[in-house]
């Protein structure tokens, strides 16, 4: 049987790995190196992926696409996309509502949805694994922020699907980190985990509780726009208006000398991890212009304490979701490569009254590392170490419908563990109603409007009664990846209607994926 392999797509790194006989291998590129950069560039006919883009992307940052992750399963108009536009040197126009990638490849002007630009990036990580495995790869373990919503979840199985891949399950990020610090611990007594994921685009707490080889998530919360990036674009509008006062040049203006700029902020921001100073060394960043400046640790901590307050609300509702004191918890894992900047350390530890953060994990590994020893245990792995694995996660986000007035009626709480179905019975609520208008929400706000429609549909030809005499049962069903099915049954007559969760913009037909994985191998023989 072939191996199944675990994937950390992340926003700015991904990450393969592989789980054999109770031992989990981190995978290298064809350059050596265990992460890959999530990042793309179209260069005539020619598909670069990872640190052949970087290396390359210079003269080409038209063509040049990373921070994906930040745009699927998202609306065009989505607030967070449309302050992510001034710091991408790509151009991202709107098509139906969703945001599409332009490039010019092959001569002539090309429009990728979200999907395509991670399939490419998975397809490159499949083939360092067939490379390294001497064999055909078919079956995945997926990771996404635990906070993102029903639409980036299908979003990227379908990116999965469009790679070529058979998607075993789509699990959350802390929960594939604390699989991978459980692995070869045997804890028996229960024990309380807070998982701190901060990566490059996303962040994510969750607190589970292990015993026995199961791993049952308590709480789970985070921001699916809270990362590495914004500290590097803190840095960048930092700098962009020094550059303004000095020479009174808007930089916003070129998105060559801007990208260049947030090249060095990127670089200053890893030095500031080690070192207390950070040089950026500029030559003609703009109009034969150079700059030449720096920062301090302590000012680039300053520029991003206006995300420290956000760090800590999100920590302290975890926990009030569980019920747990601080005092509860037995460890604290950190893992994504944010959570190298010192001053996120020191402010989780102080959160923590002082407790000692657990070091023990590569924080650029252990997702991918999680994903595949769940990838193993779904194979039928029966190695000693992970052959009683259990994982029960839980969903992030309320789940209910509109009632009267506009008012969310919540069917399944957020924090429940899925896979789950519940059902409730609804009934009419005018004479002679002859359909039900149903819409699915996700969120925890108390009017409709202020939460995520998920779809939508009509039961029709119902029994005409008088107003609540006709019974409806409604039954939301969360599979083992967090997506939604449901279903609409008339007590009495058996008339039914049911839905897999999409909204004709959220989800790619069956038809069009078949079209886009065609493409994919085309593609995949040009890069």
Request: a negative charge.
């Amino acid at each position: 049987m072939s191996n199944a392999v675990g994937i950390d797509l992340g926003t700015t790194y991904s990450c393969i790995a592989v789980c054999k006989n109770g031992h989990v291998e981190v995978i290298a590129n064809d350059q050596g190196h265990r992460t890959t950069p999530s990042c793309i560039l179209f260069h005539e006919d020619r598909i670069y992926i990872g640190k052949n883009a970087e290396y390359k992307y210079k003269k080409y940052l038209e063509n040049y696409v990373y921070d994906v992750k930040r745009l699927i399963g998202r609306e065009y108009s989505d607030p967070n996309v449309q302050s992510d536009l001034k710091y991408w040197p790509f151009k991202v126009i709107e098509r139906h509502g969703k945001p599409y990638i332009q490039v010019e490849y092959g001569g002539e002007t090309n429009e990728f949805i979200p999907e395509q630009i991670s399939a490419m990036i998975l397809s490159k990580l499949k083939d360092n694994a067939q490379d390294y495995l001497g064999e055909e790869i078919k079956d995945v373990v997926i990771t996404v922020p635990a906070y993102f919503n029903d639409a980036q979840r299908r979003a990227t199985r379908d990116a999965g699907r469009i790679a070529g891949l058979n998607v075993l399950q789509i699990i959350n990020e802390p929960t594939a980190a604390a699989l991978a610090y459980g692995l070869n611990r045997a804890i028996r007594a229960e024990k309380n985990i807070l998982i701190f994921d901060l990566g490059g685009g996303t962040f994510d707490i969750s607190i589970l509780t292990i015993k026995n080889g199961i791993f049952k998530v308590k709480a789970t919360t985070g921001d699916t726009h809270l990362g590495g990036e914004d500290f590097t674009n803190c840095l960048v509008d930092y700098f962009a208006e020094e550059f303004k006062r000095k020479y009174d040049k808007d930089l916003s203006t070129n998105p060559r000398s801007l990208n260049r700029l947030k090249g060095e902020c990127e670089h200053a921001k890893c030095i500031l991890s080690f070192s207390s100073y950070a040089p950026i060394e500029i030559e003609k960043l703009y109009e034969d212009i150079n700059f030449f400046t720096s920062i301090t640790r302590s000012g680039f901590e300053e520029l991003i304490s206006k995300f420290y307050d956000r760090i800590i609300e999100l920590i302290e509702r975890a926990f009030n979701d569980t019920h747990l004191n601080k005092s509860d918890i037995s460890e604290i894992v950190m893992v994504g490569g944010s959570t190298r900047i010192p001053k996120i350390q020191e402010l989780v530890s102080s959160y923590f009254d002082g407790k000692k953060i657990r070091k023990t994990i590569n924080p650029d590994e252990a997702v991918a590392q999680g994903a595949a020893i769940q990838a193993a245990c779904l194979s039928g792995d029966q190695s000693e170490s992970i052959r009683d694995y259990e994982l029960q996660d839980a969903i992030p986000l309320s789940l209910g419908v509109e009632s009267e007035k506009g008012l969310m009626s919540i069917i399944i709480k957020r924090n429940s563990t899925f896979p789950i179905k519940k059902t409730v019975t609804c009934i009419t609520c005018e004479d002679n109603q002859n359909s039900v208008f149903i819409r699915i929400f996700q969120g925890e706000r108390s009017l409709v409007k202020d939460n995520i429609l998920l779809g939508e549909f009509i039961l029709e030809g119902i029994t005409e009664a008088p107003c609540g005499e006709t019974l409806i049962e409604l039954t939301i069903d969360i599979d083992k990846n967090g997506i939604i099915n449901v279903s609409a049954v008339e007590v009495g007559t058996g008339l039914s209607r049911e839905i897999t969760i999409s909204n004709n913009k959220d989800k790619l037909y069956q038809e069009e994926i078949e079209r886009l994985i065609n493409e994919a191998e085309m593609y995949r023989e040009e890069d």
